[in-house]
């Protein structure tokens, strides 16, 4: 997992996919692996052994929002790639999002997106319901940046078009929640592999 950062997106091989969703919704993985979507890397789980890589596929609401846990071998991952820009994201948002969306981008230009719009964008199936909020990623090289990220969800939040979520990511690609980390508090959340207390003056250290 050292090599896979949070929230990561990887590309498995079309040849390995046969072999890793035995036992799960095949009609709907085979079309995933066939149109080359990705899986997101996950947390490993009590299952999980060996050199495999433990990978999700969240299915839209049509097919239940069933996420689908996968272990795929290190050998069959041809790629990974943070989530999207939600600059690139935007434009498979509802028209009730943009006014938010355009705000963000002018407030954190460089600010990624995960869940619903994000494989929305990337898949072209219906993720997003009246229920969706925003899920936001933010790359932070220390607490400075995250700050001033925090500060600006912070100021945009309060009349969002949805609700705003999301992480503030460091280099090590460990996260914290953003308002979390917004409020103040002496010790945050931070995930990584494992969820663990952490205070905050380590966090982005």
């Known amino acids: 997992m050292a090599d896979f950062a949070r929230q990561s997106l990887v590309t498995i091989d079309p040849a390995i996919w046969p072999q890793i969703i035995v036992g799960q919704d095949r009609e709907i993985l085979q079309d995933w692996a066939t149109r080359r979507w990705p899986a997101i890397v996950r947390r490993p789980n009590c299952v999980d052994s060996g050199d495999a890589v433990p990978v999700g596929v969240p299915l839209p609401p049509s097919h239940g929002k069933a996420r689908i846990a996968l272990s795929v071998p ?11 820009l939600l600059s690139d994201a935007a434009s498979a ?3 009730a999002w943009q006014p938010t969306i355009a705000a963000l981008l002018i407030a954190v ?8 719009l994000a494989w929305q964008h990337l898949t072209g199936l219906p993720y997003i319901s009246d229920t969706s909020d925003l899920d936001l990623f933010a790359e932070c090289r220390n607490a400075a940046d995250a700050d001033v990220v925090a500060t600006a969800l912070q100021a945009i939040a309060p009349t969002a078009c949805p609700g705003l979520d999301g992480e ?3 280099p090590d690609g460990a996260a914290v929640q953003w308002r979390e980390w917004g409020s103040g ?5 931070v995930k990584s592999a494992d969820a663990r207390l952490e205070y905050r003056e380590n966090v982005f250290a």
């Open 93 to 95: 948002a509802p028209v």
């Open 74 to 84: 290190r050998s069959a991952i041809l790629s990974s790639a943070p989530p999207p």
């Open 168 to 170: 503030l990511a460091g």
């Open 109 to 116: 230009p460089t600010v990624r997106c995960y869940g619903s």
């Open 185 to 189: 508090a002496t010790m945050v959340v």
